[in-house]
């Protein structure tokens, strides 16, 4: 019995002091998904990288991992990103995985959902996250800890043509 070579995918969604992450096998296989965060004081990034996305690559051993680049911002956060980028690159390339940075989201109104909708439109597809869902937040909440995973699900979910599944 031959076994195909799978194609198995690690998608991020960086914040400065946590990431969300889903893990895909093929298109509709979700294996694991999570959110890892450092909130103590100190440099954030090394610890993210060095305990919280170390471990994860050593037990997907993903053959890509997929990252949204940068949005526009200043260059006093810009800077900090930028290395946390390359930090990220440097361990996945440790364990043999490409990094694939994709261009940021389009800028037209038209064609952009908010983030809600986005997440209401990866729970179709992946009806296990249903009970991960959060509720509608108001325009005075602060985003719930957990949209993370589902932003993470559509930077993979987005750009289906630009990875290899």
Same mark, same amino acid.
């Given at each position: ?7 198995? @995918?690690?998608?991020? #969604? ?5 990431? !969300? ?5 093929? %298109? ?5 998904? !999570?959110?890892?965060?450092?909130? /103590?004081?100190?440099?954030?990034? #090394?610890?993210?990288?060095? /305990? ?15 990252? $949204? !680049?940068?949005?526009?911002? %200043?260059? $006093?956060?810009?800077?900090? $990103?930028?290395?946390?980028?390359? !930090?990220?690159?440097? =361990? ?6 490409? @990094? ?7 800028? #037209?109104?038209? =064609? $952009? ?14 009806? @296990? ?9 108001? %325009? ?10 589902? =932003? ?14």
């Amino acid at each position: 019995m031959r076994y195909k070579s799978l194609t198995r @995918v690690i998608a991020l #969604d960086l914040h400065p002091r946590r990431f !969300g992450y889903v893990v895909l096998e093929s %298109p509709d296989k979700l294996l694991d998904w !999570g959110v890892r965060s450092y909130r /103590r004081k100190g440099n954030s990034s #090394d610890v993210l990288i060095q /305990r919280r996305l170390r471990p994860l690559l050593a037990l997907w051993r993903p053959t890509l991992l997929v990252i $949204r !680049g940068t949005r526009q911002m %200043p260059p $006093r956060q810009k800077l900090p $990103r930028e290395r946390y980028l390359k !930090g990220i690159a440097v =361990e996945a390339k440790n364990y043999r995985a490409r @990094v694939h940075i994709l261009k940021k989201r389009s800028t #037209d109104r038209a =064609e $952009r959902l908010t983030n809600y909708a986005s997440a209401q439109a990866v729970v179709q597809r992946f009806p @296990v996250l249903t009970r991960k869902l959060p509720p509608k937040r108001k %325009p005075w909440e602060s985003e719930h800890y957990s949209m993370s995973i589902f =932003e993470a699900l559509a930077i993979a979910a987005q750009y289906p043509d630009q990875l290899p599944l």
